[in-house]
């Protein structure tokens, strides 16, 4: 016969805190308003590059019979020397050749030679331009060897014709190199074009071998 046990009777007591009460969550704080997306500076902007004046200064290249201005040159930049040497390095890749970092490692021998002698040839002189202009006069004298690179694409290989068109492009970076980089010493003018047809012809080599 079953028996039957009692069970004491469960008894809640609510006086007891629970974890709430215990552990209260804090009130958010009230949200700001966020920032309109209008308001923001463009990513370039922040990074300091000024697209416009790559561009202008581009244009002002572009003319192979125009002098460039050396007025709107006298903001030295980087951002369009890079993207210059970026593209010299790409049109030689379709050409089969690796040479991103032989043209990068040249393009700084370059301004390094040619600060050295710019900064012989004017010692003393005021306004003579500083590394980071060299650098940039040297990178955007590149365009015309840019162009060169694409246009090498469809040439034949050790012809004579290859080598005319290599001079033509040595020249045009030459004079718009030498023309920004000797506008505060024109007396210098041979020399400096001289050092910057030596800097090109390097280019051109690259590009024919």
């Known amino acids: 016969m079953a028996r039957d046990f009692p069970l004491p009777p469960v008894v809640f007591n609510v006086s007891t805190p629970t974890y709430r009460q215990r552990h209260p969550i804090p009130e958010a704080a009230p949200s700001q308003p966020a920032a309109s997306i209008v308001d923001e500076k463009p990513l370039l902007e922040e990074l300091g590059i000024n697209m416009r004046l790559v561009w202008r200064k581009t244009l002002s290249i572009l003319h192979p019979?125009?002098?460039?201005?050396?007025?709107?040159?006298?903001?030295?930049?980087?951002?369009?020397?890079?993207?210059?040497?970026?593209?010299?390095?790409?049109?030689?890749?379709?050409?089969?050749?690796?040479?991103?970092?032989?043209?990068?490692?040249?393009?700084?021998?370059?301004?390094?030679?040619?600060?050295?002698?710019?900064?012989?040839?004017?010692?003393?002189?005021?306004?003579?331009?500083?590394?980071?202009?060299?650098?940039?006069?040297?990178?955007?004298?590149?365009?015309?060897?840019?162009?060169?690179?694409?246009?090498?694409?469809?040439?034949?290989?050790?012809?004579?014709l290859i080598f005319g068109v290599a001079m033509g492009f040595v020249h045009w970076s030459t004079r718009v190199c030498a023309t920004l980089l000797a506008s505060t010493a024109k007396e210098h003018r041979g020399l400096i074009a001289f050092s910057c047809w030596l800097v090109y012809a390097l280019f051109a080599l690259l590009v024919i071998f």
């Open 65 to 160: 019979l125009r002098s460039a201005d050396p007025s709107i040159h006298a903001d030295a930049d980087l951002s369009g020397p890079f993207l210059f040497v970026l593209s010299f390095g790409l049109f030689q890749l379709l050409a089969g050749k690796l040479h991103f970092g032989i043209a990068l490692g040249s393009a700084t021998l370059a301004s390094l030679f040619l600060y050295f002698v710019f900064s012989k040839i004017s010692a003393g002189r005021p306004g003579r331009p500083d590394l980071r202009r060299c650098a940039s006069l040297v990178g955007y004298g590149m365009l015309p060897m840019v162009i060169f690179s694409a246009v090498s694409l469809f040439l034949p290989r050790g012809g004579r």
